[in-house]
């Protein structure tokens, strides 16, 4: 079974451009995580899918930050425009149902960003 | 709302030894999963152990056991004869089921030291 797949796995830019991230979860699962790690600290939510309808968001910097899961499989993040304060591990995970039962979550690679 | 608190930014523990990792929790959900992680510093999340909030049992596997204490809200990992490859960042995480709909957090970490 392929796991999660991310890309880039590496991304630098300068400040005020704007950037795009790709995660394509395991096949058949429902739920899409996204999440921001800051080197030293634990993998903060950014936004939650569940197929393409979206679960929470509360921690998305909605004023440069967007993602997007069309038909429920594949999700885009974007940050438009980067600061410097963005310069994290940007993860991506995916189970089945989660709020429904436990469903072991299963992380990609990352994508290191960062922003000069 | 949830909240995920590891206390001990980082531990040391002798090869052979156990060594047990804090986790404390916070939440309104009746029904919610408890998860522990472990990244290493090439950067994959692993998942390690899970425990359900209504298991009447502790979750073991392998090496690992869930030392869960409901009543406290605690967590905690305890890894039983360390080896070297233990050493790296563990992450406590929880998911509820009800209210919060499978949002899942994650606390800072504990970076663990194994010395030979």
């Known amino acids: 079974e392929a796991g999660v797949a991310q890309s880039p796995r590496y991304k630098i830019i300068e400040k005020r451009q704007s950037v795009a991230f790709w995660c394509n979860p395991i096949?058949?699962?429902?739920?899409l995580y996204w999440y921001q790690q800051i080197l030293g600290q634990g993998p903060k939510l950014l936004i939650q899918f569940q197929n393409n309808g979206v679960v929470d968001d509360s921690q998305l910097p909605k004023d440069r930050f967007s993602a997007e899961r069309l038909k429920g499989v594949d999700s885009t993040l974007k940050i438009q425009p980067a600061k410097l304060e963005d310069s994290a591990v940007y993860l991506c995970?995916?189970?089945?149902?989660?709020?429904?039962?436990?469903?072991?979550?299963?992380f990609g690679p990352g994508t290191r960003l960062t922003v000069l | 709302a949830q909240k995920i608190t590891q206390t001990q930014p980082g531990m040391f523990v002798q090869e052979k030894e156990a060594v047990t990792l804090d986790c404390t929790y916070d939440t309104s959900d009746p029904s919610y999963g408890l998860f522990w992680y472990k990244q290493p510093s090439s950067g994959e999340m692993i998942f390690l152990i899970y425990q359900g909030s209504y298991d009447q049992q502790n979750a073991t596997e392998g090496r690992y056991s869930l030392n869960f204490q409901k009543a406290r809200k605690s967590a905690n990992l305890v890894i039983s004869a360390s080896q070297l490859g233990d050493s790296a960042m563990y992450f406590c995480a929880m998911r509820g089921f009800n209210t919060n709909a499978g949002k899942s957090t994650f606390g800072d970490g504990t970076t663990l030291t194994v010395k030979p």
């Open positions: 096949s058949g699962h429902a739920t």
């Open positions: 995970a995916s189970s089945g149902e989660a709020a429904s039962s436990y469903n072991e979550q299963f």
